[in-house]
């Protein structure tokens, strides 16, 4: 089982910058799961934000592309996501999620993921 903990949101202005921290209490390194944001809007489905591939490569939705920047510390066993610039309609829950197998689906399909953290809210007022 792995257990996912987000942190890290919070209330900011349009134009400012925050920095999401997922962290894995699992035995095995994270570098082996390929891992995801998502988010999820009032009234809205949760959608694919960014993710890892298990070879390193880097994904984006196109809204946040050029905005916001994953990372990871692999000591930490900690993925990162970078936002900045950030604007009224980013505002939403942010989900880390983690796959341990490459079935499913590409790495924006929510289904496909099989580990989920409980969210953190990321609010940006106008």
């Known amino acids: 089982q792995v257990q996912l903990v987000e942190s890290g949101g919070g209330w900011v202005q349009a134009g400012d910058s925050l920095r999401l921290s997922c962290a894995t209490t699992?035995?095995?390194?994270?570098?082996?799961?390929?891992v995801g944001w998502f988010r999820q809007a009032p009234g809205k489905e949760r959608e694919f934000v960014a993710a890892?591939?298990?070879?390193?490569?880097?994904y984006y939705a196109d809204s946040v592309k050029d905005r916001f920047t994953i990372s990871r510390d692999n000591a930490k066993n900690t993925v990162f996501l970078q936002m900045n610039s950030l604007a009224p309609e980013d505002t939403a829950v942010y989900y880390c999620?983690?796959?341990?197998?490459?079935?499913?689906?590409?790495?924006?399909?929510?289904?496909?993921?099989?580990?989920w953290g409980q969210g953190t809210q990321v609010t940006v007022s106008s």
């Open positions: 699992s035995g095995r390194p994270f570098s082996n799961y390929a």
């Open positions: 890892f591939g298990w070879s390193g490569r880097t």
């Open positions: 999620a983690a796959r341990s197998s490459a079935s499913g689906g590409g790495y924006s399909f929510k289904s496909a993921y099989d580990y």
